[in-house]
């Protein structure tokens, strides 16, 4: 009799416990600046979107939490997951030294290659048909942000340099490429197929990059239990599919908007 009450009362407790409501995850809080499309960016209804935004979301189901799309400058967003507003940053961020030393990186989940913008007349003048061309022409002239690899690049790796031009901006920098000032202006790999659709007439964008970035997400220095997940969804999202389903959503997009013909996967090779 008392072996029979035990077995019913086990089996009550196991039917109860069965039954009660899971403890839900918190949501994870993705921090992204939604100003740099097709990557971080907002659609018609301005709710977030692009494809870091993809990126955030599959990495929410797989670790089985929902995700909440944290705006924010993105100046502010080191400081923003030190004080716990964010968990987790997706937002387009180079791997740099500088930043390692204040949080931690996951493994990259796509590079940013830095390509080179060419005036038009000077490539039809010259028989200009590589990167390589540019940078062997004597006395070629680069103009670039001030301050920044943009200018710092292609100079050191020009064989004889003219002056280089700085620039308060990358925009004013594509505007002497434009006149003619400039012969060349180093900018990412977006901004310069952007600027390049605009002036098809002329400018020349070579795609061989001068060098790659490395982007990687970012956590809190010591929070390894999120590091280490998000390192093991980086490193599924070829085999699990997620790097397709951006291919097919985006490529047309990256054609359309950019004239990028190979689409995403110029995004996923860091040039080794």
Excluded: H, W
Aim: glycine share 6%.
């Amino acid at each position: 009799m008392k072996k029979s009450l035990i077995l019913i009362i086990s089996v009550i407790l196991l039917a109860l416990s069965a039954c009660a409501p899971k403890e839900e995850l918190p949501a994870l809080k993705v921090g992204m600046d939604l100003r740099y499309p097709p990557f971080e960016t907002v659609d018609s209804s301005s709710n977030p979107s692009g494809i870091s935004v993809d990126i955030a979301k599959e990495l929410g189901e797989f670790m089985g939490r929902e995700v909440e799309i944290v705006d924010l400058p993105f100046g502010t967003l080191i400081t923003s997951l030190q004080t716990g507003e964010i968990d987790i940053i997706i937002a387009s961020m180079s791997i740099t030294p500088a930043r390692q030393e204040t949080i931690d990186f996951t493994t990259p989940y796509v590079y940013f290659p830095l390509v080179t913008l060419v005036n038009k007349t000077f490539v039809e003048a010259n028989n200009i048909k590589t990167i390589d061309d540019v940078l062997a022409f004597d006395g070629v002239k680069f103009a670039g942000q001030k301050g920044t690899v943009f200018l710092d690049i292609p100079t050191s790796k020009a064989a004889n340099p003219g002056t280089a031009i700085e620039t308060d901006s990358a925009a004013l920098a594509v505007i002497e490429v434009t006149t003619g000032a400039a012969q060349a202006t180093v900018l990412s790999l977006l901004a310069a197929a952007s600027n390049q659709k605009a002036n098809p007439a002329s400018t020349v964008l070579f795609l061989d990059a001068l060098q790659v970035n490395p982007i990687g997400m970012g956590v809190k220095k010591g929070n390894t239990e999120l590091l280490e997940k998000a390192n093991e969804f980086i490193a599924s999202m070829e085999s699990e599919g997620v790097n397709t389903r951006l291919r097919e959503k985006y490529d047309s997009i990256l054609l359309s908007e950019y004239l990028l013909e190979e689409g995403f996967d110029l995004f996923l090779t860091s040039n080794d």
